[in-house]
């Protein structure tokens, strides 16, 4: 487990509601600086719930959420660049539709780091190179693939220098020939020591790239291993009936 020391993301017994459902419940969950975390679990388990309040994108009730050290503000300038710092990446691409792939990745850095636009646009085609779609720059969302789209998307977030990205089931809506260009991305970020929080049910990208696999159902954390002793020996039987269901198809 890491020490605090090198402790990047910290949640500390994070409780929330929506009206009578306690969708989180006393999570507490320390993610290191450089770690690679899969959250696995049912649908309706709160994971979403989980990386959206990491993110500010949702409030909690009580607990405390500080990544590198901080607090996670309620709002304001501070809250816009806490968000800087933490990267996200949907199930649903979420690209402006009326820009085109660069200006995509490029907005960001100019409106909210306020760099200038050729920084920001050389930064952009370096990144768009990484991520193998350097030759779609100038095309519109609509005019490249699920896969395109979605590494274009790691690209945008990858260009704000985030401390951690957070991924929400980040292939789940993609054709299946299209799943391993995405994760192929994501195990070389990973493998270059991006921190990183994982929604997936992928079990090749756990084994390839996770150092610890969290389990969550009804709002709680039940389970946590490393993708070996999660996927090969299950403790819980909420795991266990989970991975059941998942391994049989
Ligand atoms: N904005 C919301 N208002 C009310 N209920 C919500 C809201 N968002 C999620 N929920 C509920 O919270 C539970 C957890 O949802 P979610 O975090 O999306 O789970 P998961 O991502 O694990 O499938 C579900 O029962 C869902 O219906
Ligand atoms: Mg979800």
């Not at 192929?184 to 493998?191: E, F, G, K, P, Q």
């Amino acid at each position: 487990m890491p020490t605090s020391s090198d402790a990047l993301v910290v949640l500390d017994k994070v409780n929330k509601h929506f009206g009578d459902l306690h969708v989180l419940q006393d999570i507490d969950l320390t993610v290191a600086r450089g770690e690679v975390v899969i959250v696995i679990g049912p649908s309706g388990s709160g994971k979403s719930t989980l990386c959206r309040a990491i993110n500010r994108l949702e409030t909690i009730d009580s607990g405390t959420i500080t990544v590198d050290g901080e607090v996670q503000p309620q709002e304001g300038k501070a809250l816009a660049h806490m968000r800087a710092e933490v990267g996200m990446v949907f199930q649903s691409f979420n690209l402006f539709a009326h820009k085109t792939i660069l200006e995509n990745v490029t907005l960001g850095p100019v409106k909210v780091k306020k760099e200038p636009k050729g920084q920001a646009r050389d930064e952009a085609m370096a990144l768009l190179e990484r991520v193998g779609v350097a030759n779609q720059a100038h095309k519109y969302p609509a005019q490249l693939s699920g896969g395109q789209q979605q590494r274009v998307a790691i690209a945008r977030s990858l260009a704000m220098r985030p401390k951690v990205m957070l991924f929400d089931e980040p292939t789940s809506a993609l054709d299946p020939e299209m799943i391993n260009e995405v994760l192929d991305v994501m195990v070389t970020l990973a493998h270059e020591g991006m921190t990183m929080i994982v929604v997936t049910h992928e079990m090749g990208f756990a084994r390839k790239a996770a150092n610890r696999v969290v389990f969550m159902a009804d709002g709680r954390i039940h389970e946590q291993a490393t993708p070996e002793q999660f996927f090969t020996n299950p403790q819980s039987e909420r795991a266990k009936d989970f991975l059941s269901k998942i391994l049989t198809h």
